[in-house]
């Protein structure tokens, strides 16, 4: 027995039952907090969803807080968006050039540009964009309203704030987003064009007689019909952020913040499954 | 035209024994298993001014926002005018919110509209029936009413505190409410224009004839403004009655209230004119 004794010493020292227990069920209160707060935070969205759909098709349209929100969501974002696009234009041209004249096909350049700027770079940098001006913009300015109280005033004054707030701030970033996708394809062009002059000399109208008979109503088509959904998206999340803001001054950075991360993983996600159906039907 | 009908059925109900306009049963609310309000019942009597004292977190917004139901209760009964306010459907309860004006405690003006914007939100899209003309001219009759005239242009953001508390007054009595639920009115404002305020709330009381809850903890707005005090403390009804006998009550958390202030005889009735 003498002899095992220092061989015994030697072997670390189990942690005893009860601290592995507590540790366990620590763990796993945890997991179940994250878990419930994920499912109730998925709950809150669906019930905000149904509420906005109802409130979208009751009586009683806000007809002019709509209209001021599609101004404000074009004019915020309008010097950004034309300068990405611009850019995007610009640099996909003076990227690409090298590559196809490697197969002498410069004359596709334009083309190509036009079709990548369209079917994807247009679309999803836009929307991305405007993740972080609208989204954020929402999700602050709501945020803030709720936490200061202003939301429950419109409640207590019989309005129902999801048909004055929510409702046409989502309407318009629907409606806005694809046009600035739109205005932005056409600076990308423009970019494009203009790198594309950097190197040999192209006039305008060969630039976009190539360009456009690259493009085939196929291409454009799902591009648009995307854009809504992205522009729904971003309003509906800043709204949504917005709204369920904590009570104390700083969670109106956190509506702010997480609407954009948010909004962003919902573009992207919409722009996967946009891909995988065009595939399909085309 | 409106005034007189409702002042009409006040006095055909007058011969009536005293029916509360509000009556709060056994109300309980809580947050994430931590109670706020464990047992509170209470009346609100027509045309009174009921002052409700407690301590900052006892819960006296918790209170008045379950009454609007902005809350919702855990259990106990809210009735306002008879009705329960539980049970209502939405159209039922924005008619109810009709006739309940909301104070907040930190005036939640709409900070993107004008003062008039912010007096025309509400009184659109409750009374559409009125023309434009009648409309300003509400709006103008409001703001007189708290001495806010000359501001009716300006922007939340260019008032002063207490001129905000007014603005937001003057939000909720342009549409002519019967009960009037003050949360801390003059909280955070000087003496001198807190007893502006608590003269305000006076005037609306005579002025509309409204039955009012006042929540504060500023002892110079309860004895202006109060008929009848009720004390909350851990949820429930600590103690009821007149400012006076509050005043003279022996009870150590009463007393902490009204140390260190002013007795009664030298209270500051506001003078103005
Ligand atoms: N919407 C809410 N969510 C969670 N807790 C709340 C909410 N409203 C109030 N509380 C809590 O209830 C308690 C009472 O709050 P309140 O009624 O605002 O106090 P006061 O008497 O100062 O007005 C506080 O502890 C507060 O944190
Ligand atoms: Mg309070």
């Known amino acids: 027995m003498k002899a095992i004794r220092p061989v015994l010493q030697r072997i670390p020292k189990l942690p005893s039952v009860k601290t592995q227990a507590i540790k366990i069920s620590d763990n796993a209160i945890k997991k179940t907090q994250l878990t419930t707060r994920f499912f109730r935070e998925v709950g809150e969205f669906c019930l905000f969803a149904w509420l906005t759909l109802k409130a979208t098709f009751s009586r009683d349209f806000e007809f002019r807080e709509f209209l001021r929100q599609c101004f404000k969501v074009g004019n915020k974002t309008l010097p950004l968006i034309s300068l990405t696009g611009l850019v995007i234009g610009l640099v996909l041209t003076i990227q690409s050039r090298p590559i196809l004249a490697n197969f002498g096909a410069t004359s596709m350049l334009p083309g190509m540009v036009a079709l990548s700027l369209v079917r994807e770079m247009g679309p999803v940098v836009t929307a991305l964009i405007c993740c972080g001006k609208i989204g954020s913009g929402m999700g602050a300015e709501l945020g803030s309203m709720k936490v200061t109280e202003q939301i429950d005033a419109m409640e207590v004054s019989s309005t129902n704030p999801m048909r004055y707030l929510v409702v046409p701030r989502v309407l318009a970033a629907t409606l806005m987003i694809p046009v600035l996708v739109l205005y932005a394809d056409a600076f990308g062009i423009l970019g494009s064009w203009a790198g594309a002059n950097i190197k040999g000399d192209v006039t305008f109208t060969l630039f976009f007689t190539q360009a456009f008979s690259a493009i085939w109503f196929s291409d454009f088509f799902p591009a648009v019909i995307k854009t809504f959904f992205f522009g729904a998206a971003i309003g509906f999340v800043g709204c949504y952020k917005g709204f369920t803001a904590g009570r104390g001054t700083e969670s109106v950075g956190k509506a702010a913040n997480q609407s954009v991360v948010l909004a962003s993983v919902f573009v992207i996600l919409i722009d996967l499954i946009a891909v995988q159906i065009t595939d399909m039907l085309y | ?273």
Do not use: W
């Not at chain 2, 709409?110 to 300003?136: A, G, H, Q, W």
């Not at chain 2, 009720?230 to 150590?252: A, C, K």
């Open chain 2, 1 to 273: 035209m409106e005034q007189e009908i409702s002042n009409i059925a006040r006095e055909a109900t007058a011969a009536l024994p005293p029916k509360p306009v509000i009556e709060v049963k056994n109300l309980r609310k809580g947050f994430d298993k931590v109670e706020v309000l464990r047992d509170l019942s209470l009346q609100l009597f027509e045309n009174e001014n009921l002052v409700v004292l407690g301590k900052s977190g006892s819960g006296k917004s918790v209170l008045i926002k379950c009454m609007v139901r902005l809350l919702r209760a855990d259990a106990g009964t809210i009735r306002i005018f008879g009705e329960n306010v539980q049970e209502m459907n939405d159209r039922e309860l924005a008619e109810l919110r009709v006739k309940i004006g909301f104070l907040f405690q930190r005036g939640a003006l709409y900070d993107s509209m004008t003062i008039r914007e912010n007096l025309e939100f509400p009184l659109v899209r409750i009374k559409k029936y009125l023309s434009r003309k009648e409309i300003d001219a509400k709006i103008e009759e409001a703001l007189e009413n708290v001495g806010l005239s000359d501001t009716i242009n300006k922007m939340p953001s260019q008032l002063s505190g207490g001129m905000r508390k007014r603005a937001s007054l003057a939000r909720t009595i342009v549409v002519d409410p019967m009960i009037m639920l003050y949360d801390e009115p003059t909280t955070g404002l000087d003496p001198v224009t807190s007893d502006e305020i608590s003269m305000l709330i006076n005037n609306v009381k005579k002025k509309y004839n409204t039955s009012s809850v006042i929540i504060t903890h500023d002892i110079a707005c309860a004895r202006a403004t109060g008929d009848r005090v009720i004390m909350l403390n851990e949820g429930e009804v600590h103690m009821e009655g007149t400012i006076r006998s509050f005043e003279q009550s022996s009870d150590p958390l009463i007393q902490s209230f009204f140390k260190f202030r002013e007795p009664s005889s030298a209270k500051a009735q506001p003078h103005h004119g």
